[in-house]
Structures are given as structure tokens and as C-alpha cells.
């Protein structure tokens, strides 16, 4: 196979939330969603493949000094047409992989270079590595998971981690990507949990669930993820109140993670709040019975320290934590796993390859004494693209569960012109379901999401969307 890229395209859609979504120290109530059109050429024929990813405040770059419209927003556009730029330089690449190790490689030593923060700069090759990869798969009319565990894109992981030397993606993947996946709900931190906590002028009148307790009972939840802010104060109350509500209302079958959103600054300071949460007989039990794991509750400046080390290693009754943010490069994961962590997330946002990659080491390094996790993460993923083809990776990958918020914190597809929800709701009415209203909206059930219709397809997507309906993004 050659590949070649010839041309890239940004268009742009403005998106509103429900209601704020609080996590860390952002609360979202609008973001940019941008779309990539990449024109490639594979083995000289002209392919389209696509990409899409809302811009959210205050993830990629965790600065509360900084304004998101003036300089936050206009950094993660300066990363990702930097990108683009690398993604069409030089000749025809041999095959897939050789094009994503030269993007790699080259935005790499660019962000060092200008001082851009690994995560952001990786968000440029993550948008052109999906745009190409859902260009490939449709010109091998083959499904995500068929490409990746067959190898058709040529991934050698000794080029990417010495350790996996020998290693093939069929060793790493599962041969069959899951059928469902259970969606893991966000509480965020200022959600509501019942209907009482909606004050009257801020009850919607969408039809879809607001509260916690109104997304249980629709959707039939069993998987959460709670938002921690990192004030004892208002955690530990919190705490109280849910370890309450999710045993009255889903019973012994519920499983749950915390998310620090690296509100803490040592991993001391969250070893101290931890133990001050334990301290209490009903979070206790709660944590005892149902958690699966602790997300980054360290800032990423001090979270890959070596003191991180001594402090894991004295505190023998530590819960598994993994990092987010501070998986930014392709050492991060082996780093953190040598201090003591217990594995790291996937998000489309961090890079395809790389969780791959990350599952490799995963399988190599874990043991009946430590097991590893590689976990699946959200960013606010919304329908028609983004959310569909985090997905197919989800189930190529295998996870058995992955967070969800974009259905939570977005009106289902309303932001979208009829012809594109049209098109969803055919392609994939295993997801997608009409309300009374026509809101077309995802549509867990038994809290689970049934992948059928996304793992048919090429990168998740059954067909390309018409981004004209979009407004052109000169970046």
C-alpha cells in the first residue's frame, strides 16, 4: 500500500450544552466542534476520510491564568493545522504506519521546539490519524477492527516501544471487536442527583434525563464515574449522599470510578484525602464493594515524579490509579507503570496507534500479583463522528466498559441539520432513537450501548457526512 496526502479541509459547528459541565476547573456550557476532511491517496486512488472532535476549555491545557477564546482556543488551532501541514509533507509513504511515525515524529520535535505541551500537540496527529485511518479502512472496505488485527496498516510496535519487540496487533487485540459495551455515566461536579436539586428555572424541556436518578431509571445504569474536586469539604458530603443513592437505586451490581481531574497537587495530598474519605463507614463500603479505579488525581506537572514512587510504594493499601492528561507521549504509560500506576486511559483525542500500543505493554507488563488497566475515557464525544468512531476503537480494543457525557451534556443531535440526523438514525438505529419530539438522541439500554452498527462500518461512521452544512475553519 502507498498513501499520500493531498489535501486537508476544516469546517466548524458551534455547539451549546443542556446545562454546564463542571470538571476540574472548567465548567463547559459552549465548545467548537471541528470536522477534518482529508483527501488521500492510497495506492493512486483518491479516497475521503473524516474526523471530528469538540475543543473543550481547560483539558489539553489546565492554565486557570488563561482565557479560552483568546488563548486557548487559537493554541489548540495553531497545534492541529501545524499537523495537517506535517500530515501532507514528503512523498508517498510505503504504507500507513511509516506516514504516522513521520507526523509523529515531526510534531514532536515542532511542539519542543515551540513549547507546546505534548497532550495539545498530540491532538493534531490524533484528528489527521483518524481522518487517514477512515480514509484506509473504506478503501479496504474492511471494518476498524479487520484492518488492525489482520495488520493491514503495517504497525511494527518495536518502532514505538523496544519491549514490544516481536509483538503483532493479533497478540495484542482481541480477534472479534465486543458487540456492547456498559456506559459508564459521568456525575459531574455539578450535576444534579434528583429532581429536587433542578432548581425551577433550570428544568429542561427536552425530554431527555436530567438528574442522576431520572438517568438510572431510563437508561438503566450500573456504571459511574464521579467527579472528585479536590476540597474535602465538598467531597465528602458528596460522597455520602451517593454511596447512599447508588445503593438504594442500582444495589450490589453497581461499579464506579473516581475522575481527580488532577485537582492534587502531590500524590500525598490525595493519599491524605483518601484516607479521610475512607473514613467513612458508607464511602468505605461503597469503595470497597464497587470501585474500579482512581483517574489522574495528580496534577500532570508533579504526577510522573519520581516521589510519586515513594508514596505508592509506602501506602499498601493504595486503590489502582491510572493516569489521563499525563499520558501525553509514547513513554508516559511505561514511566507511570515503573512508579507504581496501575495503567492508563483510552481517548481517541490521545491517538489510535497509541492505544494500541498501550495495550501491548498493558498485556506484557501485568501479572497474576498486578493487574493492569487500560481504560476508555470521554471528552464530551457527541454523534455523527466522534463519538461513533471512539467506539469502534472501544470495541477493537476490547474494553468492557467506557465513560460517556456528550448524550448527557448535549441535546442528542439536535445541532445538526435533518439530512445528517436523517442519515445517523438509518445507519445506525441500533444507537440512535427518535424521541416523541423527533429529537433523535442516543439510546442506551440496560445500560449498555449496543456497537453492531459501528463496528460494520469502516471507522465506526457507516458513511461520510456532508460537511457542507458546516461553515469552512481557515485555521
Same mark, same amino acid.
Given at each position: ?72 482556543? !487559537? ?48 491532538? &493534531? ?193 493504595? !486503590? ?22 496501575? &495503567? ?132
Amino acid at each position: 500500500m502507498s498513501m499520500q496526502i493531498h489535501q486537508i479541509d476544516f469546517h466548524r459547528l458551534d455547539m451549546k450544552t443542556r446545562f454546564p459541565f463542571r470538571y476540574g476547573i472548567a465548567s463547559m456550557c459552549e465548545v467548537p466542534h471541528l470536522f477534518v476532511r482529508m483527501h488521500v491517496e492510497i495506492d493512486n486512488q483518491m479516497w475521503q476520510g473524516t474526523s471530528s472532535e469538540g475543543l473543550p476549555p481547560k483539558w489539553f491545557t489546565k492554565n486557570p491564568e488563561t482565557d479560552f477564546k483568546t488563548d486557548d482556543l !487559537p493554541e489548540m488551532l495553531t497545534v492541529i493545522k501545524q499537523a495537517a501541514q506535517f500530515a501532507m509533507t514528503g512523498n508517498a509513504h510505503r504504507d500507513f504506519f511509516s506516514w504516522w511515525m513521520n507526523l509523529s515524529e515531526q510534531q514532536t520535535v515542532w511542539a519542543a521546539a515551540n513549547e507546546q505541551p505534548p497532550l495539545l500537540a498530540n491532538l &493534531g496527529v490524533s484528528l489527521m490519524e483518524r481522518a487517514a485511518l477512515d480514509a484506509t479502512c473504506r478503501q479496504q472496505r474492511s471494518s476498524l477492527s479487520t484492518v488492525l488485527v489482520q495488520n493491514r496498516l503495517g504497525i511494527d510496535f518495536s518502532a514505538i516501544r523496544n519491549h514490544l519487540t516481536g509483538v503483532e496487533p493479533s497478540d495484542v487485540l482481541p480477534p472479534q471487536p465486543r458487540s456492547h459495551v456498559q456506559l459508564r455515566h459521568t456525575i459531574g461536579l455539578g450535576d444534579p442527583l434528583t429532581e429536587s436539586d433542578i432548581p425551577a428555572d433550570e428544568k429542561l424541556e427536552d425530554e431527555l434525563p436530567h438528574c442522576l436518578i431520572s438517568n438510572i431509571e431510563r437508561y438503566g445504569l450500573r456504571y459511574f464515574k464521579i467527579k472528585l474536586s479536590g476540597n474535602l469539604d465538598a467531597d465528602l458530603p458528596r460522597m455520602r449522599v451517593l454511596s447512599k443513592l447508588l445503593n438504594e437505586r442500582v444495589g450490589s451490581s453497581m461499579r464506579f470510578t473516581l475522575d481527580g481531574n488532577e485537582q492534587y497537587a502531590t500524590m500525598a495530598r490525595f493519599q491524605n484525602d483518601w484516607q479521610e474519605l475512607n473514613g467513612d463507614p458508607s464511602i468505605r463500603r461503597m469503595v470497597n464493594q464497587s470501585l474500579l479505579f482512581v483517574e489522574q488525581p495528580v496534577h500532570r506537572d508533579s504526577a510522573l515524579l519520581p516521589e510519586v514512587k515513594k508514596t505508592l510504594s509506602d501506602w499498601p493499601n493504595a !486503590p489502582p490509579i491510572i493516569i489521563d492528561e499525563s499520558d501525553a507521549e509514547l513513554d508516559s504509560l511505561p514511566t507511570a507503570l515503573k512508579l507504581g500506576y496501575s &495503567g492508563t486511559s483510552h481517548k481517541n483525542c490521545k491517538g489510535i496507534v497509541k492505544s494500541i500500543a498501550a495495550l501491548g505493554t498493558i498485556k506484557k507488563e501485568q501479572s497474576a500479583n498486578r493487574q493492569l488497566i487500560l481504560s476508555a475515557e470521554d471528552l464530551g464525544n457527541i454523534g455523527p463522528v466522534a463519538l461513533l468512531q471512539d467506539l469502534a476503537v472501544v470495541a477493537a480494543l476490547g474494553i468492557p466498559h467506557v465513560e460517556r457525557n456528550g448524550h448527557h451534556y448535549f441535546a442528542g443531535l439536535n445541532m445538526f441539520p435533518a439530512p445528517i440526523q436523517d442519515q445517523t438514525a438509518r445507519d445506525h438505529p441500533d444507537l440512535y432513537q427518535r424521541e416523541a419530539s423527533g429529537l433523535l438522541a442516543l439510546q442506551p439500554s440496560h445500560g449498555q450501548l449496543q456497537l453492531n452498527s459501528v463496528n460494520a462500518a469502516p471507522l465506526g461512521l457507516s458513511q461520510q457526512i456532508d460537511l457542507q452544512h458546516f461553515a469552512r475553519w481557515d485555521l
